[in-house]
């Protein structure tokens, strides 16, 4: 079947359609129901389905005559070492860790948090999990204790699995210090704290509380996959939202892991055997999706790599990783090549590396642009992919869907819908849009399987951001169009989430510590456009009356206390003092009207503004 008859089955068919797709992977129950509709109208995926996420992306392939083949690769540049797993090797440090992890006390529905850098341990950490029925929740390496901190009350995990340090580049980032700070800023306390020691840092244990990774793992005894029903959780996975407290996208067993065969299938057209490497980090939903579970379930080769695409050592690391290990399929943000083609315009680097094995290169986190693309696309000769998704959904909404055929790109657009998502672009009543004409992007429900199925312990919280804002559809915060050939065209979000260097963030969070900053009368943080990063976030900061602060200590101090309280990742560099700022006669800032400014695009100056000498004052000081 081509596309068009494909995505028309998934669409007007889709009990039959993920019937099938089901069918792909090895259940202990096979479900009898496929959709199922509850009374407060969520939709459950397989309801009646047993299965193990662990055993599917482990046991089932060693049974499936994957034993001797490798399933994970560390390579790891900032240490100079490379790890290689085998399935069966895989399999065996994953049984034993979750046996440890049960002596912990850890059983199904038991929620632990990993923060932990890009090491197996973080792999084996989160299998285990799986194996045991257990809900893991892990936090990006990169946010500070206070994030850390908040995420632990809001889980409650029994277990917090860490590891002695990170490692950025050259610098060591002791990460235990920040598991203490975090401890003791929230309510709640995990009964252990298992921590990974690794030879760059020592980490201090506390007695009875923090114990030992290799010394556990050793004494566990190797437990069997736990069957779990297709609606349990498999994972919680913090994602920013348009206030500062983050939101827990809960995501199923059985949904997730059909969704994650088939997405590797039809969107990455990887097949078992295949070398996958997903260049992103396990504490994002790509590393979630497309490091761990998505490659492994498949029976793919997996690659863990913990560098960057430049300065471990050089622009040609991407290169290097793809030759040495012959990777097939390569995912990775759009910024991730602009760092490269900034520091290798020609890529001369290139050509120090034989690529022939890399089929094509997939890219998304945040808009591809077209420069970025066609560089991409020059220097390598390979079919570059755009598809848009987010940590709510999983996997691709729009995609090239190369699995099924491959149809011709369009630069700047991410694709066309995804068999199973039902993409509509609605203007501001809620009515579809004519093609060219930009709206909100929704998704008609029910959403395909794998989406998130609530947000942890706020279902309401889940209505009101996802299915309230347009009945029957999923909102999904992004704006857009769609072509008169039905590409889909995505364009930024339409609210306060911003998208830096791939990662994505709150501006409301940041303005929420800007604005304890006590010379500090009131403040709006927007994303401000960026060659390198795509965006970063810059502070407009209106002083208190009699505030004195100079304007550049004020930034060094409002610059710390980012730092401090969400994280470098946050990458807020820039605090502007303002005179007034622009707001509707209802006293609400004027974002929009900020970012098209920050953006340099053409602005009508809103009628709630006497005086649009404070929007020109604001230009001249962004553009300075
Ligand atoms: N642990 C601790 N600190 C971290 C971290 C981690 N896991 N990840 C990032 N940081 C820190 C960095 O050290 C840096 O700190 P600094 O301000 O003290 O230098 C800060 O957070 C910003 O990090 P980053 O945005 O990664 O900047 P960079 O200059 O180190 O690298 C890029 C720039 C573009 C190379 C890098 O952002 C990149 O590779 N992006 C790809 C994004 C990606 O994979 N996204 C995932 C979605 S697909
Ligand atoms: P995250 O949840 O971190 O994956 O971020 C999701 C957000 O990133 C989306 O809502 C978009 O705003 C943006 N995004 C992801 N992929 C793309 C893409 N291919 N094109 C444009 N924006 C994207």
Redesign the pocket.
Known sequence: MRYPETYSASIEQPEAFWRDKASWIDWFEAPETILSRRADGHHDWFPDGRLNTADLALDAQVRAGRGDQLALIHDSPVTGTIQRFTYAELTARVAHFAGALRDKGVGPGDRVILYM??IPEAVIGMLACARLGAIHSVV???FAAHELAVRIDDAKPRVLLTASC?I??D?V?AYKPLVDAALEESVHQPEACIVCARPQANAELQAGRDFDWAGLEAAGQAVEPVPVRATDPLYILYTSGTTGKPKGVVRDNGGHAVAMRYSMAVVYDASPGDVFW????V??V??HSYIVYGPLITGCTTILYEG????TPDAGAFWRVCAEHGVNVL???P??F??VRKEDPEAEELSRYDIRCLKRILL??ERLDPTTHAWLSDKTGLPILDHWWQTETGWAICCNPVGIEKLPTQPGSAGVPTPGFDVAILDASGQPANPGEQGQVAVRLPLPPGCLTTIWGDDARFRHAYLDPVPGYYYSGDGGYRDAQGNVFIMGRMDDVIN????RLSTGEMEEVVAAHPAVAECCVIGVRDE??GQVPVGLVLLKDGATIAADDLEDALVEMV?QRI???A?FQRAEIVERLPKTRSGKILRRVLRDIADGEDYAVPSTIDDPGILEDIEKRLHS
């Open positions: 850098p890009m990006f390496g990169g990170g950025e580049v610098r980032i997903a260049a992103s980090d504490g994002w790509v590393g960057k695409p430049v300065k995912f990775t943000a910024t991730a602009r760092a998304a986190g830096v260097a791939g990662h390198l990063r730092r994280g470098a990742v990458c």
